[in-house]
């Protein structure tokens, strides 16, 4: 299983929210110095969230991600603001690895479609976002339905990866849900990243042992409550 450090950008800064809320940020400074710091500890690649684009604003943080994204010549995947076609292709050309897709691919399911056979399904990934069940969008403001139907509908309409974010427990440090992880796990095929609640060596064993692909870690890793190395070592385990 691989791990990516979150690095969340929020008016060019590394943030960390609670519960999704911007005004519940921390601030935790220059984006490209912890993007460094993670892969020298040995992250297995970089999630990158573009706040702004998320709020509303897509190009603000723009050069500031292409620019660290190249130079650290690693796996990236990114979210945040991708509200078309063209703003994922930007983003695809521009060198980032893989796209993430969350509130316009509910929207307009068939931009997964168009991406896929455009990129190829492996640089597009269906995000879903669910509270209790169900699929949050705009902000994980309004409820769209099962998750595990999203799950399959994603599958079925060529993203080659879901990243799964149990708002639940997002930010809050108190470890994951592993049931709503198994279940989906069991309904598709495709790779499942799994965000949200990660705060041990032992949530990510958990995840490991369940079928995730990968894990995203922010909150936890930031406030040093658990330590990079001790998670790669979890999720490698037995390799």
Not at 96 to 111: G, H, L
Request: hydrophobic letters at 45%; glycine letters at 12%.
């Amino acid at each position: 299983m691989e791990i990516y450090p979150a690095v969340d950008i929020l008016d060019g800064r590394c943030v960390q929210l609670v519960q999704g809320r911007p005004e519940a940020a921390t601030v935790y400074g220059e984006p490209a110095a912890w993007a460094h710091r993670w892969l020298d500890e040995g992250a297995d690649g970089l999630h990158v969230v573009n706040l702004d684009g998320a709020f509303g604003r897509a190009q603000k943080n723009a050069d500031l991600i292409r620019k660290f994204t190249r130079e650290t010549e690693t796996f990236v995947e990114l979210g945040g603001g991708i509200r078309s076609v063209e703003d994922a292709a930007g983003w695809l050309d521009a060198g980032i690895d893989r796209v993430i897709v969350s509130t316009q691919a509910v929207r307009e399911p068939e931009i997964v479609r168009t991406l896929a056979d455009e990129f190829g399904g492996e640089r597009v990934m269906a995000g879903i976002d669910a509270r209790a069940g169900e699929v949050m969008i705009e902000g994980w403001e309004r409820p769209a339905g099962s998750y595990l139907v999203w799950a399959e509908r994603f599958e079925g309409l060529g993203a080659g990866s879901l990243l799964y974010t149990n708002v639940d427990v997002e930010g809050l440090q108190q470890g994951i849900a592993i049931e709503p992880v198994k279940e989906l796990l069991r309904r598709v095929k495709v790779p499942v990243v799994v965000s949200g609640g990660i705060s041990s060596s032992g949530d990510v064993a958990a995840l490991r042992e369940a079928g995730a692909a990968a894990a995203v870690l922010g909150s936890a890793l930031y406030a040093g409550k658990v330590r990079l190395p001790e998670v790669m070592e979890a999720a490698h385990a037995n390799e």
